[in-house]
């Protein structure tokens, strides 16, 4: 999509601490997604970032770039023997350098190869000179990179997707930057009351060919990512009421940072075995959002922690899914009226140690029942969660975040 933009020329370097693909991240993928839209809109965007990843275990950069079409040149360390390889692409009108970080994580890759990556960096403020600069990250590294580029007349902007950054030192790294960016009115509320930041809210955004299934098997009750924060507990005890008592209605676990393996722990905290229920399926990580929402009918989102906005609510809307989700957080802002919004007494956290009481499940239960069982409810669903979507499509959205980055360009 090109928009008209007095963007148009102007130089945008995108700089993350991971990889701007990681597929457990939508932190990273929707920053990755801005660039997208400010490319299409005629700006030269250039990205430096590393190939860590929140995925459990390791998997190849270069082998992932490959399997979503993208075909990357790697170059090795100057200097041999020292150096990691730094891995080149193009994709989507944005030009990627990856520093490969190996196995090493998001912060550890820091203190080990920082270096290095200054070194990318600062060879693309120097000979790119960007006039903005996008990204995210408070480590000591982060904040000299975006002073270095201050120095420099940079505009810096602030994709701020979660709620880490909520102590003196957030004050002072959010107070400094030209603008600050979030995903929902509820993150944008939260640091106005805590720290006195002032941001800018706008809704995720999303790159249809990633995250819309071409063609849908109305089969599954999806869960991603059964980590405490994301619903563990929870998520135990829901799929051992739901097995004893509907055993035909499938449910799909998808791993990310939590593993199949944790939820068959919790229910065993409990003294239940899932593992006994052959309805109740468990699948790897998948490369592209759009490959869960193929055979997925409802998808649940049984949040505790406060989310800044829950991207795969917004996935589920643009594919026509009824999201059930918690109302931790932005959540239910995210939904945009579609779906339903359930709530989870606040006593339980994500310090939760065992699977919640069968009560706590009973509403979700219900609703499950009547959304497998009731075609003309779930139709009726399904057609206001594709409504809701449509402020996530990149026509109605894109014309947003571009006149957002204008004006912080236009303010210098």
Not at 120 to 146: A, N
């Amino acid at each position: 999509m090109s928009l008209p933009s007095s963007l148009r020329g102007a130089r945008l370097l995108l700089v993350l601490p991971q990889l701007p693909q990681d597929p457990a991240s939508g932190a990273a993928r929707s920053t990755r997604t801005m660039c997208e839209m400010l490319a299409a809109a005629g700006a030269e965007v250039r990205a430096v970032a590393t190939t860590a990843s929140e995925r459990a275990g390791y998997a190849d950069p270069v082998a992932f770039l490959r399997s979503m079409n993208i075909d990357p040149t790697v170059h090795a360390g100057r200097r041999k023997g020292s150096d990691r390889p730094v891995i080149e692409f193009l994709d989507r009108g944005v030009h990627y350098k990856l520093l490969d970080v190996g196995r090493r994580d998001m912060h550890a890759w820091q203190k080990i190869v920082g270096d290095q990556f200054d070194l990318l960096f600062d060879g693309d403020l120097h000979s790119f000179r960007p006039d903005l600069l996008l990204g995210f990250g408070g480590q000591p590294g982060d904040i000299r990179r975006y002073e270095r580029a201050r120095r420099q007349g940079v505009r810096i902007v602030f994709s701020l997707r979660n709620e880490g950054y909520v102590n003196d030192a957030g004050r002072v790294l959010l107070s400094s930057m030209d603008g600050v960016l979030t995903p929902s009115q509820y993150l944008t509320n939260f640091y106005r009351t805590v720290l006195e930041i002032d941001s800018t809210p706008l809704p995720l955004p999303m790159e249809l060919e990633d995250v819309v299934a071409q063609e849908r098997e109305e089969i599954f009750f999806t869960m991603i990512n059964p980590s405490p924060e994301k619903g563990l507990m929870v998520m135990a005890r829901l799929a051992e009421e739901l097995s004893l008592r509907c055993p035909t209605i499938p449910m799909m676990i998808i791993e990310s940072r939590g593993s199949a393996g944790r939820l068959v722990q919790a229910g065993m905290l409990a003294g239940f075995d899932l593992r006994r229920h052959e309805n109740l399926m468990m699948s790897p990580p998948l490369e592209q959002p759009k490959e869960i929402y193929t055979a997925t009918r409802v998808l649940l989102a049984p949040s505790l922690w406060q989310e800044p906005a829950g991207r795969v609510a917004a996935e589920a809307l643009l594919n026509g899914i009824p999201p059930l989700v918690s109302d931790r957080g932005g959540l239910p802002e995210t939904c945009n009226g579609a779906g339903f919004y359930l709530p989870i007494p606040p006593e339980i956290t994500p310090r939760q140690a065992t699977p919640v009481a069968a009560a706590v499940v009973e509403p979700w239960i219900e609703l499950m029942i009547r959304l497998e069982s009731d075609a003309d409810f779930y139709r009726e669903e399904s057609r206001r969660a594709r409504e809701a979507g449509a402020i996530y499509r990149p026509e109605n959205l894109a014309p947003r975040y571009v006149s957002y980055f204008e004006s912080v360009l236009d303010a210098s």
